[in-house]
């Protein structure tokens, strides 16, 4: 661990202690038990399905897949960790990590499933319902208590110097993934080859990415969260979507590239190179005071230009994006906020937790915000052939080049995503360019 990191982690310790007191006193909460959650078994089954540790635990010890485990937290007194490590010769028994928090922290290894130790009036944070009904009875707190679960994930939004460390490596992390996606896809290969190097090359196993990765040849690139790896490679090679991503001490990466192959029409990478544009001009639009939804806005001016310049839509600017036509071919958001969750808390509330929803135009706007510095964001303007959507839209006389959008479906779509933070000046783009 880097002089820097180790530095910046006991900062961002002694920061959580300080804010969480400030909370818990103020909202007159004596004990606060965090829990870790646990994965349950499948059906009839003895097998777990992969587990992400709650967001909250992880904020104070990064550690993404720790289960059965308490952290318990008193304004003023160290903050105390009952870290599940049963005496068990089938799995290798916990290790606890070179890291500050260790120090910062008591932690009692232990080898039941506890009920965590609460005095005075108590909260109690996490899926708890996921505990035996025993275990929830005993536990005497006042379970996920609202005013409480906003101030935390406000907290959440504004990053410090540690965590926008840990989001700089894993995007260092997850481009050298890219690269090999890219490098694997010039080289022909199928979904599931380009999988293998995108986790060889980011150095991580597939049960320890933040989220599926996305990866989509030819017209899957169209399908926006395409789950499927085929084990072959096709015949035509148009076009490739990578959406992958990387945690570093739970921070996760949310990268987005897309590349042409040798069987698309030369508008296409025409439409990538123009669709880089379009995410740089917005990455470079972003900055304290800025609306979120005005740059989705933005971002959909923009999508109707380059419809126009590309000759895909033959009429006005303002009939691209007042008509809807914009929207059928990008139905996804800007972007959203970025942390221990991919998709991260508090979007969609104004700063005193009351609801911010989304548009009613753009309902799958997952951000509403206000940029302020210290949040982190993702940039990720899309543009794709998707049929369902475009079905409406070959209903109506707007002049739509139907024989071009024709051509380009087999290659399904485009999306470029970056991660950004705000600063106090303006922005820092967290995502190398590739
Ligand atoms: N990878 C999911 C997203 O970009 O939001
Ligand atoms: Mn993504
Ligand atoms: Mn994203």
Not at 204 to 212: F, I, N
Not at 222 to 227: A, F, R, T
């Given at each position: 661990m880097s002089a820097t990191l180790f530095n910046l982690q006991r900062d961002h310790l002694a920061h959580l202690q300080r804010v969480y007191s400030d909370i818990l006193i103020a909202q007159e909460i004596d004990s606060l038990a965090i829990y870790s959650g646990h994965a349950n078994v499948h059906f009839a089954d003895d097998q777990t399905p992969t587990f992400q540790a709650y967001g909250h635990f992880m904020h104070w010890i990064g550690l993404a897949n720790v289960q059965h485990s308490w952290l318990v937290i008193q304004p003023g007194k160290r903050p105390q960790l009952y870290l599940y490590a049963p005496a068990d010769f089938w799995h290798l028994p916990t290790r606890l990590p070179e890291e500050p928090w260790v120090a910062e922290l008591d932690v009692h290894l232990c080898s039941d499933k506890i009920t965590p130790p609460l005095t005075g009036r108590a909260a109690v944070i996490g899926d708890i319902h996921c505990l035996e009904a025993s275990t929830q009875q005993a536990i005497q707190a006042e379970h996920e208590p609202t005013a409480l679960i906003q101030a935390l994930d406000e907290l959440r939004l504004f990053k410090t110097a540690y965590e926008i460390a840990c989001l700089r490596e894993a995007n260092r992390l997850a481009i050298a993934g890219h690269q090999a996606a890219q490098a694997a896809f010039v080289g022909a290969s199928g979904e599931l080859d380009i999988q293998l190097a995108y986790l060889g090359a980011s150095r991580?196993?597939?049960?320890?990415?933040?989220?599926?990765n996305i990866i989509g040849l030819n017209s899957h690139a169209?399908?926006?969260?395409?789950?499927h790896y085929d084990l072959h490679s096709p015949k035509q090679r148009h076009s490739l979507l990578v959406d992958a991503g990387r945690r570093f001490r739970g921070y996760c990466a949310d990268i987005t590239r897309t590349h042409a192959g040798p069987d698309a029409p030369g508008v296409f990478s025409d439409l990538i190179t123009a669709m880089h544009g379009l995410k740089d001009t917005l990455v470079q639009s972003t900055a304290p005071g800025v609306e979120f939804v005005a740059l989705h806005e933005q971002m959909h001016q923009h999508l109707g230009e380059i419809l126009i310049a590309h000759d895909?839509?033959?009429?006005s600017l303002e009939e691209a994006v007042n008509e809807g036509v914009t929207r059928a071919f990008c139905p996804h958001g800007l972007g959203h906020s970025l942390g221990l969750q991919v998709h991260d808390v508090a979007g969609l509330r104004h700063p005193d937790g009351t609801p911010s929803p989304a548009p009613a135009l753009h309902p799958a706007l997952r951000l509403t915000r206000t940029l302020r510095a210290g949040m982190v964001v993702t940039i990720e303007p899309g543009l794709y052939f998707i049929p369902m959507l475009l079905a409406p839209l070959r209903k109506t006389s707007l002049p739509v080049n139907w024989e071009l959008i024709d051509a380009l479906a087999p290659c399904g779509g485009i999306r470029i995503e970056d991660n950004v933070l705000i600063t106090e000046s303006g922005y820092e783009n967290l995502t190398p360019s590739q």
């Open positions: 991580q196993r597939e049960s320890d990415v933040p989220y599926q169209g399908v926006l969260h395409y789950q895909l839509f033959k009429g």
